[in-house]
């Protein structure tokens, strides 16, 4: 991790996002599943349900929000390590793969807990490209400071 | 003494936006020993930065030739140059060089997370040495935003030498310090020359600092 | 003014993703507050309305569905209402049933409701024009039954117009004289879910008397039955028609009384109000808590851009006017789409011709969601408070210093 751009307040920051994210989705998701026996409530949470992707991917503008701030954040120190031999090449490389695994805990999380509550697993597999694709965007974000 | 950078620019083109590109550098050629202390010096947007860039072989985005120490940079790839950056080639760049988030040490000892564990030739007593002749043993706990303006120049010329490399770019390193901490970072760069023949080339607006070196070379506007 | 442009252009909208995720955040809490709003709003109109039709000494019938099977039949049913008709008072109502009828050339499915005349007295129907309903009349082969139809329907079946229709609750076709029309815009809250109202735009009010009731078939006469009210009764004759129903059908009603009702609806609402609003307040806190990290991040990328801005004379008082004006922009485009969603929402309802669904409203929407879009504007002035005040913390806490430039 010495020369991960990621310290652990960045680690954490983003895991709490990708936990409220996927939280959510879960939520929305088995909404139905709940019987609370007041069909006000049934009602008020089955639009919640109805809009439930439209909501998530809404909601995971945060992710994007992390990312953009975070590249935006690190260029000065991305420019410093590859003043000292570092290549903007490994750095995207380092910079997707710590990504993708702190993506990838986060979702085989919920996933576990959906097999434990014998829920329906996988169906947040949508959002989990999504996040894939926002890491990939982001990345392009890096060449602007590849130079002084 | 021989060439350790022979370079011929025939063109650079700068551009921030395709519609605003600029012409930089033209029928350039420079040639520089080793041990030599050159500086550079011109107004600004001549491309004084844009050729520390190129030497440095953070850019490559030229029409020309740069050969250095003997080997043609432009066949090289980005992890060989990366290479050569870790071990030959120090920079010396303004104080805000440095990572904000890490500490003045981890700063300064930013380029041994990039050396071959068969290739350890850090040596903790020399490094105690140089720590303690550049003065910032009181800091190197610090953060960046916790030193002074000095402090921090120090810190990156202390990062600039660790790896005591053969050539040193510095760039205004010496803008944004008052006269005792300029001629301290001065005598410490010219020091690194006389002890490890360091080829010193140094981009300044100050023609005091540019007058220490060597050689002086003056880069006008293309016309 | 000058300035504020200044921000707008220059460094809020350089940095469109942090723009972009608070309009999608606020847009999320304000979708979340006015569609918990909505269904609370209209659930109190609901329980309102409901309780209305609940005088004093009455009692109101509701189904304990069990496992028994029933034994219905038209003519144990007709024995029941015989037995209503001689000792009691009673409201009845069937509503649901869809028929098929032209309108502007085109067969539409609008919905006709059955209610008898204390029914009638007891929702307090307005109209905007003709008679009232006149419940004196014989059904036979050739009479003209008298309706109120919605006004919408009055355009192409106007007073005095008659309709022919076929309908599952009797044998044969019947023809319907326009008599008089529904006030604009007038509801029936449905029973089963008190928070959703049906709006009778599009609809029939069918007129049921003793003459009818002989003449309907079993599905009129059964759905009749679950929706009894017995007036000026107590608790012990309510009880026997009960047993009646029970006995003759297999069904078991049982009949509340105002009190009674009044302490469930109550209860009820109070339940729905406490889950509604645990359920807000932990996406309220998250949201909040996303949307002041993502001020803190603000603050951190345009740090520079304050900084400049402050050194070169931009006051924190100028500065908080200008966040405050920005902030309000964005809201107000949130709070614009959430009125454009329910707007599209409202304006389906008559593309589709669900009837129910198809209001006038002032610019196509409900009292109640305009009442809801009040309490979205309330929600985001202390919203937007609360993260130009945290962003002003934040700016604050930076030294204004060359060194925050450098």
Request: with cysteine; proline share 2%; aromatic share 12%.
């Amino acid at each position: 991790m010495k020369q991960s751009l990621f310290r652990k307040k960045d680690v954490i920051e983003l895991c709490i996002l990708y936990i409220v994210c996927f939280m959510l989705e879960f939520m929305l998701e088995n909404i139905k599943n709940i019987k609370i026996n007041i069909e006000i409530v049934e009602y008020f949470l089955s639009g919640f349900a109805r809009y439930k992707i439209p909501i998530v991917l809404l909601f995971s503008i945060v992710v994007v929000v992390y990312h953009y701030q975070f590249v935006f954040r690190k260029k000065k120190e991305i420019y410093c390590r590859i003043l000292v031999g570092d290549t903007l090449q490994d750095i995207k490389k380092r910079y997707i793969l710590e990504n993708v695994t702190i993506l990838l805990l986060n979702y085989l999380l919920f996933n576990v807990i959906s097999i434990y509550l014998d829920i329906d697993v996988f169906k947040n597999s949508y959002l989990f490209f999504c996040f894939l694709m926002y890491i990939l965007v982001s990345t392009s974000g890096m060449k602007n400071y590849e130079s002084i | 003494m021989k060439n350790i950078i022979e370079i011929n620019i025939n063109e650079k083109v700068y551009s921030k936006k395709k519609e605003e590109s600029l012409s930089i550098l033209n029928k350039f050629n420079l040639e520089v020993k080793e041990g030599e202390k050159l500086s550079i010096v011109g107004e600004s947007g001549v491309g004084k930065t844009s050729l520390l860039n190129i030497l440095g072989l953070i850019d490559s985005d030229f029409d020309g030739t740069y050969r250095l120490f003997g080997e043609d940079t432009l066949k090289l790839n980005e992890k060989e140059k990366a290479k050569l950056r870790n071990k030959k080639i120090g920079f010396a760049l303004q104080e805000s060089a440095l990572i904000d988030s890490l500490s003045i040490e981890e700063n300064i000892k930013l380029p041994l997370m990039y050396i071959d564990s068969k290739d350890q030739s850090f040596d903790q007593k020399e490094y105690n040495e140089m720590i303690h002749t550049i003065g910032i043993e009181s800091i190197l706990k610090k953060k960046p935003n916790q030193c002074s303006g000095g402090q921090r120049s120090r810190a990156v010329f202390a990062r600039s030498i660790i790896m005591k490399p053969n050539i040193i770019l510095s760039d205004e390193p010496t803008s944004s310090l008052d006269v005792e901490n300029k001629e301290k970072i001065m005598n410490l760069l010219f020091k690194m020359n006389e002890k490890y023949n360091t080829t010193i080339i140094t981009v300044t607006h100050d023609l005091e600092v540019a007058n220490q070196h060597d050689r002086v070379i003056r880069l006008e506007r293309s016309k | 003014m000058r300035a504020f442009k200044f921000f707008v252009n220059k460094i809020f909208l350089r940095k469109i993703v942090l723009c972009i995720s608070v309009i999608f955040l606020m847009l999320f809490v304000n979708y979340t507050v006015f569609s918990s709003s909505r269904t609370l709003i209209s659930s109190y109109q609901g329980s309102k309305q409901m309780q209305s039709m609940n005088p004093e000494n009455s009692y109101v019938g509701m189904e304990n569905v069990s496992d028994d099977e029933q034994d219905i039949s038209e003519e144990k049913v007709q024995e029941v209402y015989k037995y209503l008709e001689k000792n009691c008072q009673y409201s009845m109502y069937h509503e649901g049933e869809m028929i098929h009828i032209p309108i502007n050339n085109e067969i539409t499915e609008i919905p006709i409701t059955y209610i008898n005349e204390e029914y009638y007295k007891l929702s307090n129907i307005e109209l905007s024009k003709g008679k009232k309903l006149n419940f004196d009349f014989k059904f036979s082969k050739n009479a003209e039954i008298p309706v109120l139809v919605g006004n919408e329907l009055a355009k192409d079946y106007p007073i005095g117009s008659k309709i022919k229709i076929k309908t599952g609750s009797f044998d044969k076709k019947i023809v319907l004289k326009v008599s008089g029309v529904l006030k604009k815009d007038f509801c029936y809250t449905n029973n089963r879910l008190f928070c959703s109202q049906e709006y009778q735009n599009f609809s029939i009010i069918f007129p049921v008397n003793r003459s009818v009731i002989k003449n309907a078939n079993l599905d009129l006469l059964e759905n009749g039955l679950y929706n009894l009210i017995i007036l000026n009764t107590n608790k012990e004759s309510a009880n026997k028609v009960s047993k009646v129903i029970k006995d003759k059908l297999n069904i078991n009603i049982e009949f509340m009384s105002r009190e009674q009702n009044k302490a469930f609806f109550d209860d009820y609402l109070y339940s729905a109000i406490r889950f509604i609003g645990i359920i807000v307040g932990i996406i309220l806190l998250i949201t909040m808590s996303i949307s002041i990290w993502n001020v803190i991040v603000s603050v951190r990328l345009m740090k520079k851009d304050f900084t400049i801005s402050l050194l070169t004379g931009l006051s924190y008082s100028k500065l908080r006017k200008i966040l405050y004006s920005f902030y309000t922009l964005m809201f107000s485009a949130d709070t614009m789409i959430v009125f454009l969603i329910i707007f599209f929402d409202r304006k389906r309802a008559w593309h589709e011709k669900n009837s129910y669904g198809c209001i006038y409203g002032v610019l196509g929407l409900a009292d109640k969601d305009w009442m809801a879009l009040l309490i979205v504007i309330v929600v985001d002035v202390i919203v937007g408070t609360i993260l130009v005040e945290s962003m002003m913390y934040k700016i604050k806490k930076i030294p204004i210093s060359l060194g925050v430039l450098q």
